[in-house]
Nanobody, 124 residues
């Protein structure tokens, strides 16, 4: 699966942004689609994930209540809605696909295909 992440940009603290992850070559059917982020000098960290078939979701505690992951089957796209953003949300955001069980969704090693990343910058 080839992944294309988009939607990043510059946003003020407290604002909103929607990221998109589109797949080419095949559908997301049978996959878990995850969002991760990586700030300069830091390790890549889990943000949220969704199982395409069934729609089960999971999110990191740091973004619960602010970020929402969803899917559009007709567009074969997964979205990450970022609300009430904070300067510490600044990072490159990556989408990825894998086939792991829920308990493994937060681990980068559970994902085999990664998109190129989209930059999100939150100004204070």
């Amino acid at each position: 699966v080839q992944l294309q992440a988009s939607g990043g940009g510059l946003v003020q603290a407290g604002g909103s942004l929607r990221l998109s992850c589109a797949a080419s070559g095949r559908t997301f059917s049978g996959y878990v689609v995850g969002w991760f982020r990586q700030a300069p000098g830091k390790e890549r960290e889990f943000v949220a994930a969704i199982r395409w078939s069934g729609g089960n979701t999971a999110a990191a505690d740091s973004v619960k209540g602010r970020f929402t992951i969803s899917k559009d089957s007709a567009k074969n796209t997964v979205y990450l809605q970022l609300n009430s953003v904070k300067p510490e949300d600044t990072a490159v955001y990556y989408c990825a696909t894998g086939r792991g069980i829920l308990s493994t969704w937060s681990q980068t090693r559970s994902y085999s295909s990664w998109g190129q990343g989209t930059q999100v910058t939150v100004s204070s």
